[in-house]
Nanobody, 124 residues
Framework: QVQPVESGGGLVQAGGSLRLSCAAS????????MGWLRQAPGKERAFVAR????????DYADSVKGRFTISRDNAKNTVYLQMNSLKPEDTGIYYC?????????????????WGQGTQVTVSS
């Protein structure tokens, strides 16, 4: 079992950066791919980025490619999301979750064991 806890959100101006962290309890953390998804106001939860168990394979939504970087430190049971060149449309609640269905990573149905989320607000 994996229980994620997100942190690092906040208010930032457009063009700025934030680094989100996801600390996950559970001895099996390093066995699983992990992902970040976000939910903007009035919209459904959407895929942002995914990293495989070892950190050797990453996937990104087209809207964040080249600006966001997902990484993990299995010794610390932590996944990170470095967000650069932030835009107002990046505003939302960011969730960390276990990618339980590896071939289905680009939507919320491919994930379980969700964290409580962390708010990111980008002002223009």
């Amino acid at each position: 079992q994996v229980q994620p806890v997100e942190s690092g959100g906040g208010l930032v101006q457009a063009g700025g950066s934030l680094r989100l962290s996801c600390a996950a309890s559970g001895r099996t953390f390093s066995n699983y791919a992990m992902g970040w998804l976000r939910q903007a106001p009035g919209k459904e939860r959407a895929f942002v980025a995914r990293i495989n168990w070892s950190g050797s394979i990453t996937d990104y939504a087209d809207s964040v490619k080249g600006r966001f970087t997902i990484s993990r430190d299995n010794a610390k049971n932590t996944v990170y999301l470095q967000m650069n060149s932030l835009k107002p449309e990046d505003t939302g609640i960011y969730y960390c979750a276990r990618n339980s269905r590896y071939d289905n990573y680009d939507g919320p149905r491919g994930y379980d064991y969700w964290g409580q989320g962390t708010q990111v607000t980008v002002s223009s």
